[in-house]
């Protein structure tokens, strides 16, 4: 079977993240590459515009716990996934956005119902628009709610405890 490449636009949240387990879990024996993508739009400083090539300031957004996140999924999908990675798309057009998907040779994009996307920098653009006209298959997905343990503290002073 082939494997699918597949684009996921992200704010490197961890929700843009849970929905990958559920893909993979919907899709049980196929393997995919998976690219987590965020979105900025090309500067019109030509100062910025020739320190394109050397953006490693823009990976300082991807945090820790995301990282992390990335790779407890590699290994708990181990034969499903053959890579998943986080990168960028600097553009402002649907036609270079298509030139970005076809040398990613993705076969279909995967967004998460619902999810707003954070603004990261000025730059960080939503990838909604660019996403729907891209002409690409568009898959969209609830992220799985994972169970969240809710710890009440109540506080009693003495006179109280003595009462009941």
Sequence with gaps: MKTKNILIPTDFSLATLNCVSGFLDKNPGQKFRVTMVHF??????????????????????????FEAEIDKLRKGYASQLE???????????????KNFLDHLEIDAILMLHGHTYAKLTENSV?????VQRSGCLVH????PVKPVRVERAIRVSRQELVLL
């Excluded at 900025?40 to 716990?65: A, F, K, P, T, V």
């Excluded at 969209?140 to 992220?143: D, G, K, P, R, Y």
Aim: proline share 2%; glycine share 4%.
């Design 40 to 65: 900025l739009q090309l500067s019109d400083s030509i100062s910025e515009l020739l320190m394109l090539s050397r953006r490693n300031r823009d990976y300082q957004h991807i945090g820790s716990e």
């Design 83 to 97: 890579s998943l990675h986080a990168e960028f798309f600097y553009g402002n057009t649907i036609a270079v956005f």
């Design 126 to 130: 939503d990838p909604q628009l660019m």
């Design 140 to 143: 969209t997905i609830s992220a």
